[in-house]
């Protein structure tokens, strides 16, 4: 048995494939059978990391008498979110607007045949529980209110479309929020942070890389307390157990404010987030210890990223599944990473079970649940800072950890490649390819752009070279969003002052002039669909941050610094446009969009742009010094003498080893050449 998403390419979609649901994918066949059946339409939206995405699954989806309820009352639509973001976002805001309660994944939501909202929910069990109705006994009630209730349902979702259009934001003409409108984000970063444990709220707690990243921004300017927390929340975060402390690399989330516990997926849109943020907190940094986690978490981080997500291509893939097989053959989340200390015990010496028991954590009471909630467990966590003594043992407890649990079943994987997940993988592979003077690193960056500029930037048929959003197994497909643009966009500049390529600032141009013609609205900022992409319910223009940087915010940064580098007025006035859009939004609530409050903060002072132009190996030397500071507000380009195509604004005659200018808006300096001279003017 078979239905038809057994042709699609996404992994999340392809498990459902042989469900006995009839699902459809999200296009024109579902959409037009409901139209021609006046049947109303089950959307389910999840992705192929997501815990309670499988629970429903195998509750529900697998069942034959479930299925046989949703396909005698809906047509089915499956979705995978990470594929098809601009559905996602629209149907979790109109939950949220429905249920007056967050979203997450799954997002159940029966729509009309025209594709309304009228009920929405995330998870339902097949049975009445956990204070939710059962799925099969909600299934005929909702088919029956869309039928028997026509008058409430078109009054509904006529109220919902007006509240959806709402949230399209009012343009000023103006740019009126300035630098205490930045202070009024750190106030209330600061009002939210837990100071005991680090990072925002209470449990659960989430990385917000985007947050972290303006507390460092304001840390350079001069807020020390900024800089206490960024750093507070990276060590934390490194020492928790949703760092992977075996293997590397970061989970999705901690289900507890300490950090310990995670929710066990991983993602590359994290990893790539926090690559950079290690980087730069390294820089911040002056205290030895710290920088050396720093340093540690970044190079575990990258050879788990090599070791398990690495394409043969060079591209990166999606994400690892918080579910694998137990010692029992269950599916259980976590079963992969969890010991017991028995296991620990015969592997390990007396003196390596020591030091990691104290270590990790096994000395201290069960900290994981398993389905068999009498089957306790242990998760690693960095319980103790170590002393030098300890460290060899600890490596080696480790090293003999990590091959035992290749053993075990692994996690499955999502290999598909999102552009936008990869363009925030290779900017952070490059900065941290920059910042630690890592050419291994810096190929990795420059393989992945390699393979999204010849696989995913296509030519259509009217000629016009337009980019993808994903590609798996050969296949490439879907029309790429606001996102990929604006963070291939963000990546491109920053790869290219890691290591200047001519080709990277090519595609940069032709990415730019992309995202200006299919994105920009006509007041200003930009849609998350591209002018031509099929007409839906809602056209999303948003300002916030969620676990990935709006894209507005990066679009408006990216072109900002764009415009600096090559001295292009379009670009500086696309990027002021975005913020008078949002210009209300950034003042109303800066802390939630911190990306917003970045481009703000270059707006008002812009961002120096450094070039420097020389022999190869001294410009090494040259490069080694300065990134041992922290400029996040400036832009370094590297430009030895083997760089001949450049743009007229990098353009520069050196006469001695190394020269050195500094640009401020419109102004640069006489070339500067000794390296004492240029610290002391940056």
């Known amino acids: ?101 967050s979203g997450g994944w799954p997002l159940t939501v029966f729509l009309t045949p025209n594709q309304a909202p009228y009920f929405t929910g995330t998870y339902f069990p097949k049975s009445a529980r956990y204070q939710l109705p059962g799925f099969a006994d909600l299934i005929p009630r909702v088919a029956a209110y869309y039928h028997e209730r026509k008058d409430d349902v078109a009054t509904q979702t006529q109220q919902l479309a007006d509240a959806l259009a709402r949230t399209i934001p009012v343009a000023n003409t103006l740019v009126t929020a300035d630098e205490s409108t930045i202070k009024l984000g750190f106030e209330q970063l600061r009002e939210s942070f837990d100071f005991e444990n680090g990072g925002f709220g209470s449990a659960p707690k989430f990385p917000n890389p985007a947050d972290i990243s303006l507390l460092l921004q304001q840390a350079k300017a001069g807020n020390k307390e900024a800089g206490a927390m960024a750093l507070q929340m990276l060590s934390a975060m490194a ?92 599916s259980e989340e976590g079963a992969f990473y969890v010991w017991q200390p028995a296991e620990v015990k015969a592997l390990l010496t007396p003196e390596e079970f020591v030091v990691a028991s104290r270590c990790f954590g096994f000395d201290k009471a069960a900290n994981f649940e398993t389905h068999n909630i009498a089957a306790r467990a242990w998760h690693a966590y960095m319980a103790i800072a170590l002393d030098a003594h300890d460290k060899p043992l600890l490596q080696a407890a480790k090293t003999k950890l990590f091959n035992a649990r290749e053993r075990r079943p692994r996690p499955g994987l999502d290999d598909k490649i999102l552009t936008s997940w990869n363009a925030l993988a290779i900017k952070g592979l490059a900065r941290a390819s920059y910042v630690f003077g890592r050419t291994d690193w810096l190929k990795l960056a420059q393989n992945a752009v390699d393979f999204i500029r010849q696989n995913l930037w296509v030519q259509s048929p009217a000629g016009v070279f337009q980019l993808l959003a994903t590609a798996k197994d050969d296949k490439v497909h879907l029309n790429a969003y606001l996102d990929d643009y604006a963070f291939l966009l963000d990546a491109l500049i920053e790869l290219m002052q890691a290591d200047y390529r001519s080709i990277d600032m090519q595609f940069a141009e032709e990415i730019a002039e992309a995202l200006l ?64 859009a949002f210009d209300n939004t950034i003042k109303r609530n800066p802390a939630g969009c911190a990306s917003l409050g970045h481009a703000l903060i270059e707006y008002l002072t812009p961002p120096t742009l450094v070039i420097l132009r020389g022999e190869k190996e001294k410009l090494q030397h040259w490069r080694h010094e300065i990134t041992q500071h922290y400029y996040p507000h400036h832009l370094f380009f590297y430009l030895d003498e083997t760089i001949e195509a450049l743009p007229k604004t990098l353009q520069r005659n050196y006469s001695s080893d190394v020269n050195a200018w500094i640009c401020k808006g419109v102004t640069c300096s006489q070339g500067i050449d000794n390296l004492a001279g240029l610290l002391s003017e940056v």
């Open 239 to 330: 020492a928790g157990g949703i760092y992977d402390q075996i293997g590397g690399g970061f989970c999705r989330y901690s289900v507890d404010e300490r950090w310990n516990i995670p929710h066990f997926e991983k993602m590359l849109y994290d990893n790539g987030q926090l690559l950079f943020l290690y980087a730069d907190g390294w820089q911040l940094s002056k205290n030895p210890a710290e920088k050396a986690i720093y340093a540690q978490i970044t190079e575990e981080t990258i050879s788990w990223l090599q070791r398990e997500m690495l394409s043969p291509k060079g591209a990166i893939y999606s994400s690892l599944d918080a579910d694998s097989l137990d010692a029992n053959g269950h």
């Open 517 to 580: 013609e299919n994105f920009e609205a006509e007041d200003g900022g930009f849609y998350f669909t591209a002018h031509h992409h099929e007409q839906l319910i809602h056209r999303p223009k948003q300002g916030y941050d969620n676990a990935t940087p709006n894209g507005n915010g990066i679009a408006a940064i990216a072109l900002q610094r764009f415009g600096h580098i090559l001295g292009e007025p379009r670009y500086l006035q696309s990027a002021e446009r975005t913020l008078q």
């Open 1 to 101: 048995m078979s239905n038809k998403l057994k042709h699609e390419t996404s992994p999340y979609l392809l498990q459902h494939a042989d469900n006995p649901v009839e699902w459809y994918p999200w296009g024109e066949q579902a959409l037009a059978l409901a139209r021609e059946q006046n049947k109303p339409i089950l959307l389910s939206i999840g992705y192929s990391a997501c815990h309670w995405c499988h629970v429903m699954a195998h509750e529900s989806f697998e069942d034959a008498e479930v299925a046989a309820i949703m396909n005698a009352h809906f047509i089915n639509i499956k979705v995978d979110r990470e594929e098809r973001p601009d559905i996602d976002q629209i149907y979790q805001t109109a939950h949220s607007m429905l249920s007056q309660k």
